[in-house]
């Protein structure tokens, strides 16, 4: 423990994916309360900058380009050289255990080194944690040559690990965990207000829908979204359909199964959208449907209410981190697996996904919409502390 030791140039560094990245914004808030005089530096993938570039907790975000100059072992090398060492940080803190992150956070030259890392890399660090909100593989063969025989998932939420390595190997005297978090840069939310004013009337009810995943075993089924989206668009909501540009296939493939394809009421913002104004798109919406993804994250951070739904992914790691939220977990035995595609054939490949009705998740999609109403997101009141979604098993018919 350094209970006590006053810090005053930190290094954050989280390069993986978007919602990893916004489960690390509790760990900006909390030490921009305890260390209020510091420079606190975030290092983070250039691609998802505007989730952190205007983070109220940070001085400064640090970009690297990992599919560009900085990839391979020289551009990795310079990149320390010139944009990590110089600048003399007495603290940092790796929340992303790769060899990327673990060899920047190693060479750093920081006066105390602390977090995840990888093997050979953690004989640099000050103090190495382990993550307990990630799946672990028990029972290697020697050289890791043999499958394992036993997956472990993680325990905890990621936030509550990242926190953990602030109390343990940073010494932090106080909590504050304010959830997730994501400032708008200006141009942003003014470019998400003006396509919304231009897409909605005043008063227009909006249901957003995210059906994309990184893993085919995170993703529901596209016709039960389409079954979902029909019976919003009847009750005269309307639904805003999201995701990059690599979801594009799937949302046509899903709304070509939809009976109201035609209507008014339907929009697809699948690929158009950056994620600043994403975020401002959502912050607008009244509730939304979605996947274990960063998308979902977002919503947490813009407050919107969610249902989502778990197949593969481990409930405990990964769960939308508030409290008003639903989560609807598989009620196959192999659930969570963590598996990326389901090694089933048949009708029972990824039957988790399947077992999930669409007459469970609108039953839970009507209590949230009972509950808040149609008013946005942002117009709903915060909720300190309150981070534990509602975790609900989905029946077995």
């Given amino acids: 423990m350094t209970a006590g030791r006053t810090y005053q140039n930190i290094l954050v560094i989280n390069l993986m994916h978007i919602g990893d990245l916004m489960l690390v914004t509790p760990v900006l808030r909390t030490l921009r309360t305890n260390y209020p005089q510091a420079r606190i530096t975030m290092l983070t993938d250039k691609g998802l900058r505007e989730l952190v570039e205007h983070n109220a907790h940070i001085n400064e975000c640090l970009l690297i380009e990992k599919h560009g100059k900085d990839d391979g072992i020289a551009g990795l090398w310079r990149f320390i050289r010139r944009e990590i060492r110089p600048r003399h940080f007495d603290l940092v803190i790796n929340l992303h255990r790769n060899e990327r992150a673990s060899a920047i956070a190693a060479f750093s030259g920081a006066e105390r080194i602390v977090g995840y890392s990888k093997p050979g890399f953690s004989l640099l660090f000050d103090r190495v944690m382990q993550n307990p909100s990630v799946a672990h593989h028990i029972g ?22 990242h926190l953990e390595v602030l109390k343990e190997a940073v010494g932090v005297a106080q909590i504050d965990d304010g959830g997730l978090e994501m400032w708008l840069p200006p141009e942003r939310e003014a470019e998400a207000r ?6 909605f009337q005043p008063g227009d009810r909006v249901v957003a829908f995210n059906i994309g995943a990184s893993w085919p075993t995170k993703r529901w089924l596209d016709r039960s979204f389409a079954a979902c989206a029909d019976q919003l668009i009847g009750r005269g909501y309307h639904v805003a359909f999201f995701g990059g540009p690599m979801d594009r296939e799937m949302v046509d493939a899903c709304v070509a199964q939809m009976k109201e394809k035609d209507s008014p009421n339907l929009h697809i913002f ?29 919503g947490v951070a813009m407050n919107v209410p969610i249902v989502t739904m778990f197949g593969a992914s481990p409930v405990p790691g990964f769960y939308p981190y508030d409290a008003k939220d639903v989560l609807i977990r598989s009620p196959e035995p192999c659930q969570p697996c963590g598996i990326h595609e389901c090694p089933r054939a048949g009708e029972e490949k990824l039957a988790c996904m399947k077992k999930i009705t669409v007459q469970t998740v609108m039953r839970y999609v009507d209590e949230l919409l009972t509950r808040f109403g149609s008013q946005p997101a942002y117009q709903l009141p915060d909720h300190y502390g309150e981070y534990q979604c509602r975790v609900v098993d989905a029946e077995i018919s």
């Fill in 140 to 161: 290697h063969g020697p050289f890791h040559l043999l499958p394992p025989f036993r997956y472990v998932p993680g325990w905890k939420h990621q936030v509550t690990a």
């Fill in 194 to 199: 003006t396509l919304w004013e231009q897409t």
């Fill in 270 to 298: 699948t690929g158009k959208v950056g994620l600043a104004v994403l975020a401002g798109l959502l912050r607008r919406c009244c509730l939304f449907l979605t996947t274990d993804s960063g998308p979902m994250h977002i």
